[in-house]
């Protein structure tokens, strides 16, 4: 119950500085009503909760999980088995990252404004969930080289500098109206569920493994 409260208390501080900063700039600055703040804090206070008890449950769950099963896999040496479960692993996570299902429903809809797919519903849903399919197959490959470089060994930078290089030349070939959407959809994929759940299988995986260095690594995959 003590980890619970520090979890709130620790939340709260979190996001203090947002609604200071965004209740500062509507009262002062833009010049509006006070009862037009009584949405925002209780949407903070929503979004609060939400994460408190989000984190609470993958830091005892789901954390200890990922990084036994990685340790399990890797002690038993089933390489194939550890690959795919990293896919998984990848592929899951991200598709249920929330700031991604968010984005991605706002380029739908903004493409449905725009005129790049039809203006309804069944329009727009499938091509938010195009997207997260898309980015969570990249996350669940990622994920998998991340694997392979911790089980082989090899430099973390050439493989991060190669990654970079490849994204930066397809962005010249990709069509102008998907570019931002995807840096964008990139970015958010790195948020409160696929962190942690993919540092756990990462530290886990590198401690298991007889001469590997969970501190060098361990990190590096996100």
Same mark, same amino acid.
């Given at each position: 119950?003590?980890?619970?409260?520090?979890?709130?208390? &620790?939340?709260?501080?979190?996001?203090?500085?947002?609604?200071?900063?965004?209740?500062?700039?509507?009262?002062?600055?833009?010049?509006?009503?006070?009862?037009?703040?009584?949405?925002?804090?209780?949407?903070?206070?929503?979004?609060?909760?939400?994460?408190?008890?989000?984190?609470?449950?993958?830091?005892?769950?789901?954390?200890?999980?990922?990084?036994?099963?990685?340790?399990?896999?890797?002690?038993?040496?089933?390489?194939?088995?550890?690959?795919?479960?990293?896919?998984?692993?990848?592929?899951?996570?991200?598709?249920?990252?929330?700031?991604?299902?968010?984005?991605?429903?706002?380029?739908?809809?903004?493409?449905?404004?725009?005129?790049?797919?039809?203006?309804?519903?069944?329009? &727009?849903?499938?091509?938010?969930?195009?997207? &997260?399919?898309?980015?969570?197959?990249?996350?669940?490959?990622?994920?998998?080289?991340?694997?392979?470089?911790?089980?082989?060994?090899?430099?973390?930078?050439?493989?991060?500098?190669?990654?970079?290089?490849?994204?930066?030349?397809?962005?010249?070939?990709?069509?102008?109206?998907?570019?931002?959407?995807?840096?964008?959809?990139?970015?958010?994929?790195?948020?409160?569920?696929?962190?942690?759940?993919?540092?756990?299988?990462?530290?886990?995986?590198?401690?298991?493994?007889?001469?590997?260095?969970?501190?060098?690594?361990?990190?590096?995959?996100?």
């Amino acid at each position: 119950m003590a980890g619970l409260w520090r979890m709130i208390l &620790r939340t709260l501080r979190d996001l203090a500085p947002v609604v200071f900063v965004i209740v500062f700039f509507q009262v002062f600055l833009a010049d509006q009503p006070i009862a037009r703040l009584l949405p925002l804090l209780e949407g903070a206070l929503l979004v609060a909760g939400g994460l408190m008890f989000l984190v609470y449950g993958l830091e005892l769950a789901l954390f200890p999980l990922g990084e036994a099963l990685a340790y399990a896999l890797a002690q038993k040496g089933k390489v194939l088995w550890l690959v795919g479960f990293a896919f998984l692993l990848g592929f899951g996570m991200t598709f249920a990252e929330p700031a991604l299902t968010a984005v991605a429903g706002e380029a739908a809809n903004t493409a449905a404004l725009a005129g790049a797919i039809d203006d309804s519903q069944v329009a &727009r849903s499938q091509y938010s969930l195009g997207l &997260r399919l898309t980015v969570a197959a990249g996350v669940g490959a990622a994920l998998v080289l991340g694997v392979i470089r911790i089980v082989l060994g090899g430099p973390l930078p050439a493989l991060v500098l190669g990654g970079w290089v490849i994204v930066t030349a397809l962005a010249f070939f990709a069509p102008a109206d998907v570019v931002g959407i995807a840096y964008d959809l990139g970015g958010v994929t790195s948020s409160v569920i696929t962190v942690p759940l993919a540092t756990a299988l990462c530290i886990g995986l590198a401690s298991s493994l007889s001469g590997r260095n969970p501190m060098i690594e361990g990190f590096g995959a996100i």
